[in-house]
């Protein structure tokens, strides 16, 4: 942790800012509608530290889109929406006048495309300019209490670190606010790292 700077930090923002920008282009042309992602922080604490507040978090129900990503270094990717926000979501990517327990019954499948999209766009925008290669797994979508979702980011101890970055997600003018966590390990945070000075190296 003492080798990630604020320098790390911007460079990390500004690559998560791109992948954004690439989700935000595949995701317009699904809802035939303008879309717009942005990443406006990115934190990256210890497990322990995490809370409901550091995740804004604020009771209720959540729509979590799990992933794993593995490479020069290796992720758990978990990108989450409350429920209303999650079925909000689908009911724009649907594009219909569908009810909600109609557009329940998409939810799984619309979510878990949606974090496809999310997520392998700012994995892919990382990896392509850190200059390395990252397989991922299919994503898992699940809902869960925000107890259920700490405790599930807290349980691992091979993972004592998380990076959070906070995303303003905007589809016809609705806005949506979510996060989007990494579990990473304290060997995958130090070749992250060390990729980061390589990259900033060689632009310096």
């Known amino acids: 942790m003492s080798d990630l700077s604020e320098l790390h930090i911007d460079a990390l923002t500004e690559i998560f800012s791109i992948g954004a920008g690439r989700a935000a282009l595949s995701l317009s042309e699904i809802v035939g509608d303008e879309v717009h992602i942005s990443v406006p922080s990115v934190l990256v604490i210890n497990s322990e530290e995490i809370d409901s507040t550091t995740l804004a978090l604020n009771g209720g129900r959540f729509g979590a889109v799990t992933q794993h990503f593995c490479g020069p270094f290796n992720a758990e990717a978990v990108l989450l929406f409350t429920e209303d926000q999650a079925l909000k979501i689908v009911g724009d990517m649907m594009g219909s006048q569908m009810s909600i327990e109609e557009i329940a019954e998409f939810e799984h499948e619309a979510m878990c495309e949606l974090g496809n999209i999310i ?43 998380v990076m959070i970055l906070h995303i303003d997600l905007s589809i016809e003018n609705r806005h949506t606010a979510g996060s989007l966590v990494f579990l990473l390990s304290s060997s995958s945070l130090a070749n992250l790292v060390v990729h980061i000075d390589q990259f900033l190296g060689s632009i310096s």
Do not use: G, W
């Open 119 to 161: 997520l392998n766009a700012c994995l892919s925008a990382m990896a392509d300019i850190l200059h390395f290669t990252l397989e991922s797994s299919l994503p898992n979508y699940r809902i869960a209490s925000a107890d259920e979702v700490l405790c599930r980011l807290k349980e691992n101890a091979d993972q004592p670190y």
